[in-house]
Structure formats: C-alpha cells, structure tokens
C-alpha cells in the first residue's frame, strides 16, 4: 500500500506552474486552502500530477483492463453518476447485472436447468470478487463439514504462488491457511501434480 505523509516537509505545498493564469499562489498539499480556486485551474493541477503514474498501456502485470473499445467506455461515463447498488432506482441496471451473472454461470457449466436462474452478484473489481467468492467458499465447506460430523476450524486453500495478491488478503482477512505451489524454473503456472498432492 502506498502511503502519504501528511506532516510538514519541504515540499508540502503544491506548485500551479500550469495554472498560474488561474492561481498565483502556492496551494496547500495536506489540508483545504483558505480560498476556492477556478475549476479550470483544480483539472490542470489534478491533471498535471497523474501524468507521473504509468502508462496504462504498458501495464501487463496488475490484473487490469488497459483498453476497451470507445462503446463500453461511453457506456461506463453514461452510467458514472449512478448509485448501481441501489437497485430499486436502477432496475434495468440490475436487470443487465443478471443477465451477465447468468451468462458467466453457463460459461463456466454451472449446474443449472434451462429455464433456472444463477445466483451472483456483481463487484467493482477482481479483488472483492474473490473476497465474496472465497467467503461463500468458505461458509460451504464448513456447512459441510458440520454436517459430516467433521471439525471445520481449519479450512485451506490450496493457490499457485503466482497466484494474484489478493488471495493472500482473502486467507489472511478470512483465516483461510494458504498452500501454495512453488513455481520451478522454465515452469511459471501451477503445476496441477503438485497441487494435488497438498490436498488435505
């Protein structure tokens, strides 16, 4: 996680170079200023500063999408100002949210009838979607195991080391323990032998 540090320093001020048309004083970096400043000028400075980020485009190692056609990012700003959790304003938004749930289900051979419907919902990103999936994972397994007549304290999961991050947050958040498949040289994805043998 990055982290800010909010305390005095040297630099705590923001410098409006670009908008000095707009601003002709220095802003504070850590705390509101005194005065408004012009739209104009807050996108300029705002702007300024993610130029420093990467480049999405040469992003290939974090999970992310770095294009999509010009259609679905228009379809996400026409839909940005709605509170999509709110499904009694936002029926067709739902509606749409289904569907797709539907679709991954049949995708993935889930064992569904005909005419029956999934049961999914939809997150913001990969990262809280394995932490509900891992956690209804999780609840299974131990209905399960209660109604064996088995202890259920101890549940594991059982990852390549490859694995995105975010499954070592689930196991840690949920105490889930972790056994991952060490990768070898000249073999960089989980090696499905392996992983079977450290099934418990």
Known sequence: MVLSKAESHSDASVHSTFASR?????LPRFKMGEDSIPKEAAYQIINDELMLDGNPRLNLASFVT??????CDKLMMDSINKN???MDEYPVTTELQNRCVNMIARLFNAPLEEAESAVG????GSSEAIMLAGLAFKRRWQNKMRAEGKPCDKPNIVTGANVQVCWEKFARYFEVELKEVKLSEGYYVMDPAKAVEMVD
Do not use: A, F, H, S
Not at 22 to 26: F, L, P
């Open 84 to 86: 999509y959790v709110d």
């Open 22 to 26: 707009y601003v002709r004083t220095i």
């Open 66 to 71: 770095t294009w999509m056609e010009p259609e």
């Open 121 to 124: 919902v939809g997150t913001v």
